[in-house]
């Protein structure tokens, strides 16, 4: 499989897939989001979803009119309180009634509250779910992809290689057969005084012993090695991920999470966000982002989704 170039050939990826089968149902939680439904009137028209709306119907009717988006095919689902349309979105995929759910104008915690709960029935054989920003920063021309910043707060050694196994497969839908896995410390030199350095050594060693499959994982890694070549040699690290990571894994929410802004607010990429490791890919991006970072999300989640 070729590696997949840009955002632009992965939807054009999708609409193929898509043209195989009837187009994925879709719940959107908590509609009364502009972009959330600029980015649904396109997928739908792009014949990747059906969407279903969950919410307060007089509300996205009104956030529908200002905006003027066109919402008159859609069925929506009426539930006034944020908490309870998040559960009932994630209640409609659990129960087969549509394949995708996706994340609207509700907080990320009380999303994932509902989506999570032991009640829904999203849980897959046990599996960590972890959430995966996929980003194409014009600098690098090129995928990255950074891992937490939205689900697990403070993962430990036994958690981080669940979560660089969910992006090692997010990474193969974009043609990423064995990628680069980067974790992330501010040096590259392990001290037994940084326990984040200490960490990225142990989990190196365990990569290199096969414990973590299908990637070439190294740390620790600073940001700049990770990424820039000409970094890499100018601290004169080697090896086979120094300069050249597809994915950059964190050690805590908050790093995670601020990496992820920074890269689309400073370095103006393009993005999507998806939560991994559910019975079905979670589509979750900040309510900040554009409606092309959620067609984008949108596109990446058909690719990943099991019908």
Not at 71 to 85: D, G, L
Not at 148 to 156: F, K, L, R, S
Not at 176 to 200: K, N
Not at 289 to 307: G, Y
Request: glycine content about 6%; charged content about 25%; aromatic content about 4%.
């Amino acid at each position: 499989m070729n590696r997949i170039k840009d955002f632009d050939e992965l939807c054009l990826k999708a609409v193929e897939k898509a043209k195989q089968h009837e187009p994925l149902k879709l719940a959107l939680a908590c509609a009364d989001d502009p972009y959330g439904l600029s980015a649904l009137c396109k997928a739908a028209d792009m014949k990747l979803i059906v969407p279903i709306l969950v919410g307060d119907t007089a509300e996205i009717e009104r956030i529908a009119s200002e905006h003027n988006i066109d919402i008159s095919p859609f069925e929506i689902v009426e539930e006034k309180q944020p908490h309870r349309a998040a559960a009932e979105a994630a209640n409609m995929v659990a129960s087969g009634q549509v394949e995708l759910l996706m994340k609207g104008k509700v907080g990320a915690i009380e999303f994932l509250q509902a989506a999570l709960h032991s009640s829904v029935g999203l849980k897959k054989d046990k599996r960590l779910w972890s959430h995966i920003g996929i980003y194409w920063p014009q600098w690098l021309s090129r995928f990255i992809m950074i891992t937490d910043g939205g689900v697990v707060i403070d993962p430990d050694l036994e958690t981080i290689p669940h979560i660089i196994s969910n992006a090692v497969q997010v990474a193969g839908v974009l043609g990423i057969e064995q990628p680069r896995v980067a974790l992330l410390a501010a040096v590259e030199t392990v001290y037994p005084s940084m326990p984040v350095a200490m960490g990225g050594a142990v989990i190196s060693k365990m990569a290199d012993r096969g414990q973590i499959k299908n990637a070439l994982v190294d740390g620790p890694l600073s940001l700049d090695v990770a990424l820039s070549p000409d970094a890499a040699r100018e601290k004169k690290v080697t090896g086979d991920v120094a300069g050249r990571a597809d994915i950059l894994v964190v050690n805590k929410i908050e790093v995670g999470n601020t990496l992820c802004k920074s890269v689309f607010i400073f370095g103006r990429a393009r993005s999507a966000g998806l939560v991994v490791g559910a019975r079905q890919p979670i589509i979750m991006s900040s309510r900040s982002e554009s409606a092309d970072a959620k067609v984008n999300s949108i596109a990446l989640a058909v690719l990943l989704a099991e019908r």
